[in-house]
């Protein structure tokens, strides 16, 4: 899929441990054939071994500098060892939803689709407009509304502002009325209101990334 962050820091800890261990054994240059570094045995690594959750995270921003965006890119590379989340870019693409359409869906709504029915959990982050969630998240949701695999669908929710209460609230009665299971415990608001982020910046960010991550082993915890 386009756009696929993925966590690969676990994936290149081990990878560059086992160089280290085949160095210091002085299998190196027995093995410098097949593995001519750490980061193509970690290319090599992460295909052979599928990883044990896919998560699904969805912005409700389609701003390119967007915090909400940028905090889910964060969360994609601080994921636990093991857990791959993928960012869906395809928001602003799906079509107006019109129930006529919902059993011949274009192949954007039916990638989005498959993409959440398929990932183990879904990681939400959307901001508040007009104190309400924006009309083109509500629209990817009201795609979903019709899937009989989504109810039960583990949710956890990042809110980016402290004062998109009303936004929150809003997200939580659609998502409750969609049947899907919210994990309490792993839904958090951080402040990154009114400055420019990005994922990097944010996992450099102790006081950010410290709550991100923990957040995530929460919901990864609680869905296994
Ligand atoms: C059209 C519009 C309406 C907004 N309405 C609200 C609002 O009702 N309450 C609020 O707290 N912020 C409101 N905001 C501010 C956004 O929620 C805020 O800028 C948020 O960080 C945007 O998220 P993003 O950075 O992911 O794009 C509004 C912004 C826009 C563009």
Same mark, same amino acid.
């Given at each position: 899929? *386009?756009?696929?962050?993925?966590?690969?820091?676990?994936?290149?800890?081990?990878? #560059?441990? #086992?160089?280290?261990?085949?160095?210091?054994?002085?299998?190196?240059?027995?093995?410098?054939? *097949?593995?001519?570094?750490?980061?193509?045995?970690?290319?090599?690594?992460?295909?052979?071994?599928?990883?044990?959750?896919?998560?699904?995270?969805?912005?409700?921003?389609?701003?390119?500098?967007?915090?909400?965006?940028?905090?889910?890119?964060?969360?994609?590379?601080?994921?636990?060892?093991?857990?791959?989340?993928?960012?869906?870019?395809?928001?602003?693409?799906?079509?107006?939803?019109?129930?006529?359409?919902?059993?011949?869906?274009?192949?954007?709504?039916?990638?989005?689709?498959?993409?959440?029915?398929?990932?183990?959990?879904?990681?939400?982050?959307? $901001?508040? #407009?007009?104190?309400?969630?924006?009309?083109?998240? *509500?629209?990817?949701?009201?795609?979903?509304?019709?899937?009989?695999?989504?109810?039960? *669908?583990?949710?956890?929710?990042?809110?980016?502002?402290?004062?998109?209460?009303?936004?929150?609230?809003?997200?939580?009665?659609?998502?409750?009325?969609?049947?899907?299971?919210?994990?309490?415990?792993?839904?958090?608001?951080?402040?990154?209101?009114?400055?420019?982020?990005?994922?990097?910046?944010?996992?450099?960010?102790?006081?950010?990334?410290? $709550?991100?991550?923990?957040?995530?082993?929460?919901?990864?915890?609680?869905?296994?």
């Amino acid at each position: 899929m *386009k756009g696929v962050i993925e966590s690969s820091l676990g994936w290149r800890r081990i990878c #560059y441990q #086992y160089a280290f261990r085949t160095c210091a054994k002085g299998q190196r240059s027995a093995g410098a054939g *097949k593995f001519q570094s750490p980061d193509v045995l970690c290319i090599i690594l992460r295909m052979q071994i599928p990883p044990a959750l896919n998560l699904l995270a969805i912005s409700g921003s389609l701003r390119a500098n967007s915090t909400n965006t940028a905090l889910l890119g964060a969360a994609a590379l601080l994921a636990p060892e093991g857990v791959a989340i993928t960012v869906f870019e395809g928001l602003g693409a799906l079509p107006h939803f019109n129930p006529d359409h919902a059993d011949t869906p274009s192949p954007e709504v039916a990638a989005f689709v498959q993409a959440a029915v398929d990932a183990d959990g879904l990681v939400i982050a959307c $901001p508040e #407009y007009a104190r309400n969630i924006p009309g083109t998240f *509500k629209n990817a949701l009201d795609w979903l509304v019709g899937s009989t695999q989504f109810p039960d *669908k583990p949710v956890m929710l990042f809110n980016a502002s402290p004062r998109a209460s009303d936004a929150q609230a809003a997200l939580r009665l659609v998502l409750s009325t969609m049947s899907a299971r919210i994990v309490d415990d792993a839904c958090i608001t951080l402040d990154l209101l009114g400055r420019p982020w990005n994922a990097a910046a944010i996992v450099l960010d102790s006081r950010l990334a410290e $709550p991100v991550r923990k957040a995530l082993a929460t919901f990864c915890n609680a869905i296994q």
